[in-house]
Nanobody, 123 residues
Framework: QVHMAESGGGLVPPGGSLNLSCVLSGHPDDMYYVGWFRQAPGNGREFVAAINRNSATYYSNSVKGRFTISRDNAENTVFLRMNNLRPDDTAMYLC?????????????????WGQGTQVTVAL
């Protein structure tokens, strides 16, 4: 079983930056993908980015070029660097872990989830 704990959210103005962290504990080696998803009020969970155990990365079109996902395997931590934030990036950001057979862009393929960290982009 894998547990996830996110941190780093907050309130930033448009154009600002944030660094999110997701610490994995338990048996993180059981999982192949770690993904970031976001959920705004009234919406479902939207894929943002994912990274596999070999550090190959995947992004949604809406964040490509602005967000960067990375991982520190020694610290069992996955990061999401978010630059040039926009008001429509406002959401609860959650990290999740999935096996190698998962379709990495689908929230339903991820069995392990953190509680999330709120990101608000506003003046």
């Amino acid at each position: 079983q894998v547990h996830m704990a996110e941190s780093g959210g907050g309130l930033v103005p448009p154009g600002g930056s944030l660094n999110l962290s997701c610490v994995l504990s338990g048996h993180p080696d059981d999982m192949y993908y770690v993904g970031w998803f976001r959920q705004a009020p009234g919406n479902g969970r939207e894929f943002v980015a994912a990274i596999n155990r070999n550090s190959a990365t995947y992004y949604s079109n809406s964040v490509k070029g602005r967000f960067t996902i990375s991982r520190d395997n020694a610290e069992n931590t996955v990061f999401l660097r978010m630059n040039n934030l926009r008001p429509d990036d406002t959401a609860m950001y959650l990290c999740a872990a999935a096996s190698a057979t998962a379709y990495r862009r689908s929230a339903s393929e991820y069995p392990a989830w953190g509680q999330g960290t709120q990101v608000t982009v506003a003046l």
